[in-house]
Nanobody, 117 residues
Framework: VQLQESGPGLVKPSETLSLTCTVS??????????WSWIRQSPGKGLEWVGV???????HYNPSLKSRTTISTDASRNQFSLRLTSVTPDDAAVYYC??????????WGQGTLVVVSP
């Protein structure tokens, strides 16, 4: 199983951050797993952003919910993150990960997002 994040590394304040996670080795439609986005800002711990759960429901961090959308593209075996109205507080390394009903057992390598004019 492999996960790979992709997307712009630089986003301007107030714009929308869009990232994609391409999954190989397992179908994202497998009902045994959910697919999560997690981020880590400089000097801070890991922050859960949201998850596309095994049952097709989507759950978001309440602090980000109003700005976040997670979607899937089964034909490409990808899931995506959109975060609107970004601020410098959204600068972080963004990870995608497989949620195995408990631990995150597979992670992408992470992609750095900088928020700057």
């Amino acid at each position: 199983v492999q996960l790979q994040e992709s997307g712009p590394g630089l986003v301007k304040p107030s714009e929308t951050l869009s990232l994609t996670c391409t999954v190989s080795g397992v179908s994202i439609m497998n009902v045994n797993y959910g697919w999560s986005w997690i981020r880590q800002s400089p000097g801070k711990g890991l922050e859960w952003v949201g998850v596309w759960a095994y049952d097709g429901t989507v759950h978001y961090n309440p602090s980000l919910k109003s700005r976040t959308t997670i979607s899937t593209d089964a034909s490409r075996n990808q899931f995506s993150l959109r975060l609107t109205s970004v601020t410098p507080d959204d600068a972080a390394v963004y990870y995608c990960a497989r949620d195995a009903a408990g631990p995150y057992d597979y992670w992408g390598q992470g992609t750095l997002v900088v928020v700057s004019p």
